[in-house]
């Protein structure tokens, strides 16, 4: 469709029909095209790594964002509810753009961080968070994701410890991760569970 309307003189067709019926506009996302039960199936349905993990299933990003979130709580018991949240959320533009590996990342540059940081606002007001979180919050956030990148590394994606140690930090926890990988029904529900118990207490 995109080159037909190249064709005619018209922009490329930016936005992306969700299950839910929802439009979603990739280049300008209103909040109110955001829903939650678009956001578990397609978190559930994107691969970590590439799909580069053992198993006979990927290890999927609504299961990464779900220990995100619990690490989160390790790191800061006393965390207010909204943060958890906005944790919980941390990839969840990724329904819509997925996971690329942060090689390919830093390939792209500025565009796509572009795309990400305005569909990430877009959610964030949708669920009632600040469009940019503190830096103190994300900070935390970024930490728990690297060490449960860590985890993921060494368990599932074949690195040893001494290069994931390299690359995403040594973990300081009371106790290591083990990891199961989740089936993508179970990610998708648990994830979905998780969020309303989070939005009950706000």
């Known amino acids: 469709m995109a080159v037909a309307d190249q064709k005619k003189g018209q922009a490329p067709r930016a936005w992306q029909r969700m299950l839910s019926g929802r439009r979603l506009d990739l280049l300008d996302p209103s909040p109110m095209d955001i829903e939650i039960d678009d956001i578990a199936h ?74 990400e940081d ?26 728990a994701d690297r060490i449960c990148a860590y985890y993921e590394a060494v368990q599932l994606a074949g690195f040893d410890e001494k290069e994931a140690a390299k690359i995403f930090g040594a973990p300081r926890l009371p106790r290591p991760l083990t990891l199961t990988t989740m089936t993508t029904s179970a990610a998708q529900k648990q994830y979905l569970r998780r969020f309303r118990e989070l939005m009950a207490q706000m």
Do not use: M
């Not at 990003?61 to 390790?74: D, M, R, T, Y």
């Not at 305005?118 to 970024?142: C, V």
């Open 42 to 115: 397609g978190l559930a349905r994107v691969a970590r790594w590439n799909g580069q993990t053992i198993g006979p299933q990927s290890f999927n990003v609504a299961q990464h964002s779900l220990i995100v979130e619990e690490l989160c709580g390790i790191k800061k018991p006393g965390w207010p509810v909204k943060w958890r949240l906005a944790a919980l959320l941390h990839d969840a533009s990724e329904y819509v753009i997925g996971d690329l590996i942060s090689p390919f990342k830093a390939v792209l540059g500025g565009r796509y961080t572009e795309v």
């Open 118 to 143: 305005r569909l990430e606002r877009a959610i964030h007001i949708r669920f009632g968070l600040p469009a940019e979180l503190p830096d103190s919050i994300a900070k935390t956030i970024k930490r």
